[in-house]
């Protein structure tokens, strides 16, 4: 599905804009954009501390407000004057990435035009992706004037196959450990035979298509993978995404895992009680597109990781993985 966003706007709407976007601010009970924080001291910079502390203002608005609010942003964005320190910021935010025109395209995109032209185009993409919370990823549309921004997660390790249908675009996702890693786990689903556990290894994932996560067979005691990077990597943050749509009852098959990290493989397969437990998530995850993060308050160093739900009888789906 595709969204088009204009953000061509006549500079006398844009201080109506922004003030209705205040409003909006003021009903979560935000302060106004005009009493900045300490660390906040010119109106850009205001909106990107506001939103990257609580996207979910937009998230959790009607969408013509927030079509209303992400317009006065971008406005906003354009026409006020960025200090350098600023923009390379912003710029930095985002890491280069090369991704198949044709995977893109399924993605689920919205699609910013011929946004206002106070910027150059590289900021001015990252800047509506930085604003916009549903937005992983950006490439510059079919004019140095467009901006094509995405929701699908990829991460900065990620190797595009297909080189020749490949485009440039920039993630906010990291680079983590899990795109070169080798995967053991327990047995797919007989009827998805697509949701395979090297799924989680290839560092992307389209959240439009469920095929794209791993998914156990059913009545399984205690479903597990395990990721060998190869050589011991250190790491403080692991990250498990569940399937953006589809059935909420398999979002709900993440709940009581374990992720345990040790140096050498087990003799056992499943058994992972040698491994050092890393962090555990009780569950169950409950929203469509739900990230559990578990950090470590302290970097940890091992080859070896394993998640592994500690429930018999079950089974267990999930989309994504990061280490890092």
């Given amino acids: 599905m595709t969204l088009v966003i204009s953000a061509v706007i006549d500079v006398d709407k844009v201080i109506p804009a922004v003030?209705?976007?205040?409003?909006?601010?003021?009903?979560?009970?935000?302060?106004?954009?005009?009493?900045?924080?300490?660390?906040?001291?010119?109106?850009?910079?205001?909106?990107?501390?506001?939103?990257?502390?609580?996207?979910?203002?937009?998230?959790?608005s009607p969408v013509s407000v927030m079509k209303v609010a992400l317009v006065a942003v971008l406005a906003a964005v354009a026409i006020q004057p960025w200090p350098p320190s600023l923009v390379a910021a912003t710029a930095n935010l985002f890491r280069r990435v090369e991704v198949s025109k044709t995977r893109?395209?399924?993605?689920?995109?919205i699609e910013l035009g011929q946004l206002p032209s106070g910027l150059s185009?590289?900021?001015?993409?990252?800047?509506?992706?930085?604003?916009?919370?549903?937005?992983?990823?950006?490439?510059?549309?079919?004019?140095?004037?467009?901006?094509?921004?995405?929701?699908?997660?990829?991460?900065?390790?990620?190797?595009?196959?297909?080189?020749?249908d490949a485009t440039a675009c920039y993630?906010?996702?990291?680079?983590?450990?899990?795109?070169?890693?080798?995967?053991e786990g327990s047995p797919v689903h007989p009827n998805s035979p697509l949701r395979v556990k090297e799924n989680l290894i290839d560092g992307i994932f389209n959240r439009d298509n469920n095929d794209n996560c791993y998914r156990t067979d059913?009545?399984?005691?205690?479903?597990?993978?395990?990721?060998?990077?190869?050589?011991?990597v250190t790491f403080r943050f692991v990250k498990l995404f569940a399937q953006a749509n589809g059935s909420l009852n398999m979002v709900k098959t993440i709940a009581d895992l374990e992720v345990r990290v040790g140096m050498a493989a087990v003799p056992t397969p499943g058994d992972f009680s040698s491994?050092?437990?890393?962090?555990?998530f009780t569950g169950p995850a409950v929203e469509f597109g739900q990230v559990i993060v578990l950090e470590s308050p302290a970097p940890v160093t091992s080859r070896f990781l394993s998640v592994q739900k500690m429930q018999d009888a079950e089974r267990l789906q999930l989309c994504h993985v990061e280490v890092y």
């Avoid at 850009?44 to 979910?56: F, G, K, M, Q, T």
């Avoid at 893109?104 to 995109?109: H, M």
């Avoid at 059913?218 to 011991?232: E, K, Q, S």
């Avoid at 491994?275 to 555990?280: I, K």
Wanted: charged share 20%.
């Fill in 275 to 280: 491994y050092q437990l890393f962090g555990s």
């Fill in 171 to 183: 993630t906010r996702r990291l680079k983590d450990f899990v795109v070169g890693a080798s995967i």
């Fill in 104 to 109: 893109l395209a399924r993605s689920q995109n």
């Fill in 19 to 60: 003030i209705n976007f205040q409003k909006l601010l003021r009903l979560h009970r935000r302060r106004p954009l005009d009493q900045p924080s300490g660390r906040c001291s010119t109106f850009p910079s205001c909106l990107c501390e506001v939103l990257h502390s609580r996207p979910d203002l937009l998230l959790r």
């Fill in 121 to 164: 185009g590289s900021v001015r993409c990252a800047a509506a992706c930085t604003v916009d919370p549903r937005c992983q990823m950006w490439c510059q549309g079919a004019s140095s004037e467009e901006c094509l921004v995405s929701d699908m997660v990829v991460t900065s390790a990620y190797v595009e196959a297909d080189l020749a």
């Fill in 218 to 232: 059913n009545n399984l005691n205690r479903p597990w993978f395990v990721l060998d990077f190869g050589t011991a």
